[in-house]
């Protein structure tokens, strides 16, 4: 069974810093892609960043571009995401996915097969 878990999320203050962790696990897939999504109260879920297995390519969104940075530990089937310079617009749940035997970067939910629980960051003003 395929799981994905999230950590790292928590309240911080605007122009902080926090890193969340996707550990997954169940899966022997070389060919796989990781994104980070989020969903704000009221709002659709949006892709936030992802990365490919096979070359390591990125995608980040243009509203996280050059504040966040997605990163990937093959060895330990983790994914992570730096995230600097936080702004309350930031305040969301944050879950990562999980797209199999698709490796391309792509930031759309609905191409995404599994899912974590999510992980509560909030920024305060």
């Known amino acids: 069974e395929i799981q994905l878990k999230e950590s790292g999320g928590g309240l911080v203050q605007a122009g902080g810093s926090l890193r969340l962790s996707c550990a997954a696990s169940g899966f022997t897939f070389d060919d796989y892609a990781i994104g980070w999504f989020r969903q704000a109260p009221g709002k659709e879920r949006e892709g936030v960043a992802c990365i490919s297995s096979t070359d390591g390519s990125t995608w980040h969104a243009d509203n996280v571009a050059g504040r966040f940075t997605i990163s990937s530990d093959n060895a330990k089937n983790t994914v992570y995401m730096q995230m600097n310079s936080l702004k309350p617009e930031d305040t969301a749940v944050y879950y990562c996915?999980?797209?199999?035997?698709?490796?391309?970067?792509?930031?759309?939910?609905?191409?995404?097969?599994?899912w974590g629980q999510g992980t509560q960051i909030t920024v305060s003003s």
């Open positions: 996915a999980e797209r199999i035997g698709r490796s391309a970067v792509v930031g759309r939910p609905d191409e995404y097969d599994y």
